[in-house]
């Protein structure tokens, strides 16, 4: 193994997105409950590391071949090359994969669930059986989803609630990050793109949807603001150098725009910032009760209803599940 490939290769090169990804959960817990514990957050980390690694193991193995074609990662994948053969790659995913859920299941068994739900989506996304990674709209799914639960992971990783949960915040980033991972997998120029209107057209409407409820429906709204004014700029500089998109412009995404985040976040622990958004928010309030007072009387519940969650926590959720299958299975008996 060469001194390039020790750092350059498929783990660790999805590392620092993988850390970012974590810690808005993270952030967001923080900024609304306050104190944690640093153990909690250390065990919970290297569990989400490690286990996650074990995702690029075996996806090494199984498009070795397609990999081996491909210049571009044939540079930083383990196994194209060469650097390890697929059977120590197997093994090595094989050790990380049991290594992180073990330490995983010392969080808490919802953060452990989390994990091997992603650890499963991805198994769906790179099976060679299910090939669901050669399908756009499966992947568009499936990526949505693994997303949503990484960005959401360092939130549970230290509480089951979910009357606070920014669900609207999550789904924002992960279907944003999704349509990302869409032009760089299935190589999208404009005409392919144009081609697809329909999909992307959807994902489109979903983001921008779930970003204005993420403004409307918490008290998060400057970072939320900056993180959108800081996209466009983004946008417009990367239209205007009229580069495909390749694999340099992917790192742009774990090193500056990841980190982008979770410091707008963070801001919020500045008493000036936090004043400055308070006064947003509460214009925004304002603004809101104007509009409720027009709209019919059900459909301003029904907005007001969309940040509250059916239910309290996690285990509030499983309770009332389990009594559903047990009803069932008691009114199919009596019948």
Do not use: C
Request: aromatic share 16%; net charge neutral.
């Amino acid at each position: 193994m060469t001194l390039k490939s020790l750092f350059y290769n498929s783990v660790t090169v999805s590392l620092p997105k993988n850390i970012m990804q974590f810690f808005l959960g993270f952030v967001l817990y923080w900024i609304i409950f306050g104190p944690f514990d640093y153990f909690t957050l250390g065990l919970a980390l290297s569990g989400f590391l490690i286990a996650y690694s074990a995702v690029y193991f075996f996806n090494d193995v199984v498009d070795y071949h397609e990999d081996m074609k491909d210049a571009d990662k044939k540079e930083w994948k383990l196994i194209a090359s060469g650097v390890i053969s697929r059977k120590t790659g197997l093994v090595t995913g094989t050790v990380f994969m049991v290594v992180g859920l073990a330490i995983s299941a010392m969080v808490n068994v919802w953060f452990l669930n989390i994990m091997v739900a992603l650890l499963f989506l991805n198994f769906l996304h790179s099976s060679p059986y299910i090939k669901l990674k050669k399908k756009i709209l499966p992947t568009t799914v499936n990526m949505s989803v693994i997303e949503f639960l990484k960005y959401s992971s360092g939130w549970f990783a230290f509480t089951a609630d979910l009357s606070r949960f920014p669900f609207w915040i999550m789904v924002t980033f992960a279907v944003v990050y999704t349509s990302i991972y869409l032009i760089y997998k299935f190589r999208f120029k404009g005409s392919m793109i144009k081609d697809n209107k329909w999909l992307f057209g959807a994902v489109a409407a979903i983001s921008a949807a779930s970003y204005i409820l993420s403004v409307v429906l918490y008290d998060l709204v400057l970072p939320l603001m900056l993180l959108l004014a800081m996209s466009i700029l983004l946008i417009v500089f990367s239209m205007s150098m009229g580069k495909r998109f390749k694999f340099m412009n992917w790192l742009w995404i774990e090193f500056i725009i990841l980190p982008a985040v979770i410091v707008a976040f963070l801001l919020m622990s500045i008493p000036f910032v936090e004043q400055v958004n308070t006064n947003i928010t509460h214009t925004i309030d304002e603004y809101k009760e104007t509009v409720y007072k027009e709209l019919p009387e059900d459909v301003a519940k029904g907005i007001k209803n969309l940040t509250e969650s059916p239910y309290e926590s996690l285990d509030e959720m499983h309770e009332a599940i389990n009594q559903s299958i047990n009803l069932t299975e008691i009114t199919t008996l009596v019948s």
